[in-house]
């Protein structure tokens, strides 16, 4: 019987550490150049798909091939955290907020996954060398996910799994490492359109391509200044975030709760009702959301959005 490879056994090594440590899933790529996304990211930027988010134009070289972020990077690690809310958390009549913002800032906390994985990997393999990556770096999560098995990448641009759907923040550990790389699967999205119908704002233009400069989350997150009115009344209540194409996406039937106690809402977000929303002070605001994502669009840029959603009736 054949002994398994030095990167075979790595490789494993790996993805029971990254088990260990809380990660749902975990996948391997070589690191290689992306020849594929590389005329999908070209045009998607040419298309001004990116809106105002000028730092999606920087660095392309970097976002195509990650041994020009890390030196001598031999794979990509790629894994899989899971979001997704046990519970309905919002009051019924509360503006709408994404579930990934619900608790702690998640680059906080995965970050420091990585950190202890890359960490117990060094302890247990040797002086290598690797830097961890959550959605802070030019770097296309998705592609790398994609690549190594994790999922497929549905019409509405995110990655699904077949196991629970999509409620997943992605991550990267690049490192120079060899070990035995995963194959892609199959799309598993079908005839399916769920996800482009149900767009509050067409963001969905065709099949994994979104229109960045048309999306809830790019208005109440991404963009600085005012919401341009010829928007009104297509947010659905959103005020950070969208979940939309999502919550509609067969697959996610399969969510489970996470068991990541650093995403639980506070009690007082809980709690609040609409009013509670579009009178909050900034003291509040700050107490309630200090680690929350929610923190990007800053209490101003919150303020726009609840001004923007609301009721006149």
Not at 81 to 86: D, I, R
Not at 117 to 124: A, D, I, P, T
């Amino acid at each position: 019987m054949n002994q398994p490879s030095q990167e075979a056994s790595r490789a494993k090594l790996v993805k029971d550490e990254a088990l260990r440590l809380g990660f749902d899933f975990c996948g391997i790529s070589r690191a290689d150049f992306l020849e594929e996304e590389a005329p999908r990211l070209e045009q998607w930027l040419l298309q001004h798909h990116h809106g105002k988010m000028a730092y999606m134009a920087n660095h392309f070289d970097k976002r195509l091939d990650p041994r020009k972020l890390v030196e001598g990077a031999r794979s990509v690690i790629s894994l899989l955290y899971n979001y997704f809310p046990g519970d309905k958390l919002q009051h019924d009549t509360a503006p709408k907020i994404s579930k990934y913002a619900y608790g702690t800032d998640y680059h906080f906390v995965v970050k420091d996954k990585l950190k202890e994985l890359l960490f117990v990997l060094r302890e247990k393999i040797g002086d290598i060398h690797g830097r961890a990556f959550v959605d802070s770096a030019p770097i296309l999560e998705k592609a790398w996910a994609k690549k190594s098995g994790l999922g497929w990448i549905g019409k509405n641009a995110n990655l699904i799994t077949r196991q629970q759907g999509s409620f997943f923040f992605i991550a990267e550990l690049i490192t120079d490492l060899e070990l035995s790389p995963d194959g892609p699967i199959e799309d598993y999205c079908g005839t399916c359109t769920r996800c482009i119908d149900a767009c509050p704002t067409d963001a969905i233009i065709a099949p994994q391509v979104v229109d960045g400069s048309k999306c809830i989350s790019y208005f109440t997150i991404e963009l600085k200044e005012e919401i341009p009115q010829s928007m009104k009344g297509q947010f659905d209540d959103w005020v950070f975030g969208c979940d939309v194409c999502q919550d509609v996406c067969p697959w996610n039937r399969f969510s489970k709760a996470h068991k990541e106690k650093s995403f639980d809402p506070q009690d007082e977000m809980m709690q609040m009702h609409r009013r509670d929303w579009e009178e909050i002070s900034e003291d509040v605001f700050n107490k309630i959301f200090s680690s929350s994502a929610v923190q990007r669009t800053g209490y101003k840029g919150l303020k726009r959005n609840l001004e923007f959603i609301r009721r006149t009736s």
